[in-house]
């Protein structure tokens, strides 16, 4: 089925340890994004990608790093993952910017203890 | 910082009944959206409705929207236990056309 597809779907790391949160989608879309959902607190924007071959920090960057390995993959990796950084993470793609919806991943709901 | 906020917090109707949730945003928009998230799930795009716009239709989906006050609005007309989810605005700022910013969400329960 078209669509985002993230990896893994769950994830319990220690304090310290790094992970890369993996995201492919298969619409030809231009524009990645990575966000973090929290209680009580929506969705913040991590990092983006507006086209290929480029990201920019969004609201909530630090602890992060992302790589736009090709069209059609951006991975958002944890170096030193923290206990604040257990959250759900979203990968979405557009076909340009904001100028359409979103496409949301499933997400991948990570655990730091 | 959040630059749509949803009222209610939380919202409970009988099946059947129509349910109104708000928006506010706080700059100049090009484009406002709705997206429904089901427990656990990703977020699912509804409905976008550009400056220019005023109302918008889709289904059992109708939105508003007023750049003076900064507002919108969502009505879900002849609610469907299935439609018990939260409900997110989602604004990009008249800048840039790059990003989307959320709010809390609206969380909405139907009672069969």
């Known amino acids: 089925n078209a669509g985002v597809t993230q990896t893994p779907k769950f994830q319990v790391l220690k304090t310290g340890q790094s992970m890369t949160l993996q995201c492919a989608q298969d619409?030809?879309?231009?524009?990645m994004y990575w966000y973090r959902q929290d209680p009580g607190m929506g969705l913040r924007l991590i990092y983006y990608?507006?086209?290929?071959?480029?990201?920019d920090k969004g609201e909530v960057p630090n602890g992060y790093n992302v790589s736009r390995l090709n069209k059609r993959e951006f991975s958002l990796r944890l170096e030193s993952a923290a206990p604040s950084q257990t959250s759900v993470y979203f990968c979405?793609?557009?076909?340009?910017?904001?100028?359409?919806?979103?496409?949301f991943g499933s997400g991948t709901r990570l655990t730091v203890v | 910082s959040q630059q749509g906020e949803e009222d209610p917090q939380a919202l409970s109707i009988q099946e059947g009944e129509n349910a109104t949730m708000n928006c506010s945003y706080k700059t100049s928009i090009n484009n406002l959206q709705w997206y429904r998230q089901n427990s656990g799930r990703g977020l699912v795009h509804l409905i976008l409705?550009?400056?220019?716009?005023r109302e918008k239709h889709s289904g059992r989906l109708r939105v508003t929207l007023d750049t003076s006050k900064k507002s919108s609005s969502l009505l879900i007309t002849a609610s469907r236990a299935a439609d018990t989810a939260s409900y997110f605005c989602?604004?990009?700022?008249?800048?840039?056309?790059?990003?989307?910013?959320f709010g809390t969400g609206t969380r909405l329960t139907i009672i069969p």
């Open positions: 979405a793609s557009s076909g340009a910017g904001t100028i359409y919806g979103y496409t």
């Open positions: 990608s507006a086209s290929e071959g480029t990201t």
């Open positions: 619409m030809n879309h231009n524009s």
């Open positions: 989602a604004t990009d700022a008249n800048f840039g056309n790059e990003k989307l910013t």
């Open positions: 409705i550009r400056s220019n716009e």
